[in-house]
């Protein structure tokens, strides 16, 4: 079964600086996605970024990047110049290629930013 | 166009009670997804419908749990007999098509059912 760990439940940054999270998973199939989800005090899930296991380069989205390296199977989310709203709670994801149904998440990193 | 909506948006019950919690995917997605999250956890995937079929129950509860997509309404998640370790926020989340390529899953805002 696939398994997705994140092992810094909490992490804080200061307001306009970088911050890096971590997340390591365990599959055997070659063909997924990768994800990093947000979820501020309201609960909402918001997708914030998405990788193809397939394509080698990093995925990025404005000030959000991610490190991906498949042999060592991590997959970090890194956010540039912090805002305070970005404080929330960050889930990493994976969901298989074939079956295309079921995320599996990690347990979550609380994000703190100060200003 | 519409998100996905849920609801209630929170739901409380008595142990022994009977929880349906709604969800409406978004206009045009013929696949439903749902999820739990536990106080302090990730989410947990629960169950994976289509109209009218469940396709994959795999992390359903085997006693008490069931789940409906019908042709026509929202998909319903319901919880016979409520017990206190059933209080979390349930997500919903809906996808237009699935299978061998990929497709988004949007959430909706979740219910939260305590049970007293």
């Known amino acids: 079964a696939q398994t997705v760990t994140q092992s810094q439940p909490e992490m804080s940054v200061q307001e306009a600086e970088t911050v890096t999270l971590s997340c390591t998973y365990d599959t055997s199939e070659s063909d997924y996605y990768l994800f990093w989800y947000k979820q501020p005090p309201s609960r909402q899930m918001i997708l914030v970024i998405r990788q193809e296991a397939y394509k080698q380069q990093n995925a990025t989205e404005n000030r959000f990047s991610v490190n991906f390296q498949k042999a060592a199977k991590s997959f970090s989310l890194k956010i540039s110049d912090s805002q305070l709203g970005d404080a929330a709670m960050y889930f990493c994801a994976y969901l298989e290629e074939t079956s295309g149904s079921r995320l599996t998440f990690g347990e979550g990193t609380q994000l703190t930013v100060n200003p | ?116």
């Open chain 2, 1 to 116: 166009n519409a998100g996905v909506m849920q609801n209630p948006r929170h739901l409380v019950r008595r142990r022994g009670q009977e929880a349906r919690l709604r969800c409406s995917p978004m206009k045009g997605h013929s696949h439903v997804y749902w999820y739990r999250q536990l106080p302090e956890e990730g989410l947990k995937f629960m169950v994976y419908l289509q109209k009218e079929n469940i396709i994959d129950e795999s992390g359903m509860p085997k006693e008490r749990f069931s789940a409906e997509f019908p042709k026509e309404g929202p998909s319903i998640l319901r919880i016979q007999q409520v017990v206190r370790g059933d209080s979390a926020a349930y997500f919903c989340a809906s996808s237009l098509l699935a299978g061998y390529s990929y497709n988004e899953q949007f959430f909706g805002p979740g219910t939260r059912l305590t049970v007293l």
